[in-house]
Structure formats: C-alpha cells, structure tokens
C-alpha cells in the first residue's frame, strides 16, 4: 500500500489525481492518509522555509498501518541536501532508496503550473513516481519519458505524461513481487 500525506496544504483532487496515478503505474493500493504537520526539526535556519530532506524523512510522523506499506509527502517548502562536488542541486523530492519513504516538494515547478490543474496533476505525479521508485532501488534511467528520469534534465520537463519506460516497470514489479514474497 503507497499512503499519500500531506504536509501543507493541497487540494483534495491533485491528491486524488496523485493516487490514481500510482496506483496505475506500480498497481498497489493507493490512498491519500490526511495531513500531518511538517517536522519543525527538519526545519533549517538558513535559508528560511527550506527543510533538511534526510532529517524530514527521519522525523515526520507516520501513518503507517503494515510493515511494508510505503509513505509519500506532498509539500511546498524547499528541501535541502548537503552540497556535492558540483555544488547544490535542485531538490524535487527526496526518497530513502530501498527504504520506506519519500517527499515530493512542489517548490520547484515551473511557475506557469497551477494548482488543481491537469498540468499540474501530472507534473505532481511524475515526480511521485520517480520517488516511490527510489524506494524500490530505482536508480535514475536515461530515457527522458520515463519518470525516473532525473527531474533537472531537459527531458523530464518535455515529457509530461507520468509513466515508466519498459525496462524501469519491470524492474518495479520484480521489486514488488520480491517485497511481497
């Protein structure tokens, strides 16, 4: 089961639209879990508004019910991670691979997207996938129609529809079916 939160507020149809959207790529239950407050422990002083994402995912509270049910965060404010060798990325979301959880963060998205649009809905989606198949190991694929294409690349913005290429689909179910046995 992927447990759709949210930590600020979105409308009911983008979660909803959201849902639907996992549920016909991964084919697991999916349902919007409610609101829970962001963590004030992920929150950094500088910059204001951005939360720590490793830390967020540590300490939002959760609405697990099983052991293996998956946990996906809408928010709005900034994430961070710690800079890399090329410097800071850009944070669309944030997952712990093979792990349980991840955060989706709208702060990034193009300014023409509006909330409670199809553009939007999609957009969101894209990006729901991408990191709830982090969760499953996942790594980013090369192809830019797929949602795990990295988020920052040319592709990922051009293509809108929220989908798994071939090769990232199968590898999502042999980790379903792995999951499960």
């Given amino acids: ?39 004030e422990e992920a929150e950094r002083k500088k ?12 300490e939002a509270e959760s609405v697990k019910l099983v052991a293996d049910d998956k946990l996906l965060y809408l928010m709005k404010s900034k994430l961070y991670v710690p800079e890399g060798p090329l410097g800071s990325p850009p944070i669309h979301g944030h997952a712990q691979m093979g792990g349980q959880r991840a955060v ?21 989606a894209k990006q729901a996938i991408r990191e709830i198949g982090r969760t499953w190991d996942l790594r980013s694929c090369p192809e830019p129609k797929c949602a795990m294409h990295p988020p ?10 929220p989908m798994l290429c071939n090769f990232c689909r199968e590898r999502s179910e042999e980790r379903i079916r792995l999951a499960a046995t």
């Fill in 47 to 58: 910059p204001a508004g951005t939360y720590d994402a490793e830390l967020l995912l540590l």
């Fill in 104 to 124: 989706v963060t709208t702060a990034l998205f193009p300014k023409k997207l509006r909330e409670g649009t199809e553009e939007f809905r999609m957009r969101l």
């Fill in 152 to 161: 920052w690349a040319e592709g990922f913005e051009t293509h809108t529809t």
């Fill in 1 to 39: 089961m992927i447990r759709v939160v949210t930590l600020e507020p979105f409308l009911p149809e983008d979660v909803g639209a959201v849902c639907s959207l996992l549920y016909q790529t991964y084919g697991l239950g999916t349902e919007p879990a409610g609101s829970l407050p962001l963590p």
